[in-house]
């Protein structure tokens, strides 16, 4: 939340290498999407994030600077792998929109679109 009007931007680039490495680690047996930490998910900070987009003022608790909106695409390409699993039901708005349109992140490896598919 230090990044000030880019937190909500960064939390979903926090975001990226978590659920890459949750989906890694489930095709070697390991369930990291239901590791718990003080109660909370990695599908909690998913949910966060995406409500955050859709309601920038949910972060006023964390930092008073306005956010910067203007999302792309890109920025919600790590969610693909998460829908591929568990699909898009109960997700913000925001994530469910993004994927409708093929998600591309050069962080995470190109098509994540096609990468995610099981």
């Known amino acids: 939340m230090a990044r000030h009007e880019n ?8 975001l990226q290498p978590l ?3 949750a989906q890694f680690a489930s095709r070697q047996g390991i369930d990291l999407f239901s590791y718990q930490t003080h109660k909370r998910t ?9 409500d955050a987009v859709d309601d920038p003022s949910l972060i006023r ?6 956010q910067a909106g203007c999302f792309k695409p890109g920025d919600f390409a790590e969610f693909a792998y ?28 190109g098509s994540t679109t096609i990468l995610a598919v099981k």
């Open 61 to 66: 608790p964390y930092t008073v600077d306005p």
């Open 42 to 50: 990695i599908r909690d900070a998913i949910l966060f994030f995406g």
């Open 82 to 109: 998460y829908s591929a699993r568990f699909g898009v039901e109960g997700l913000p708005s925001a994530i469910v929109h993004a994927l409708q349109s093929p998600t591309t992140s050069v962080h995470l490896g």
């Open 19 to 21: 659920i890459l490495i």
């Open 7 to 14: 937190a909500i931007r960064y939390q979903g680039f926090a």
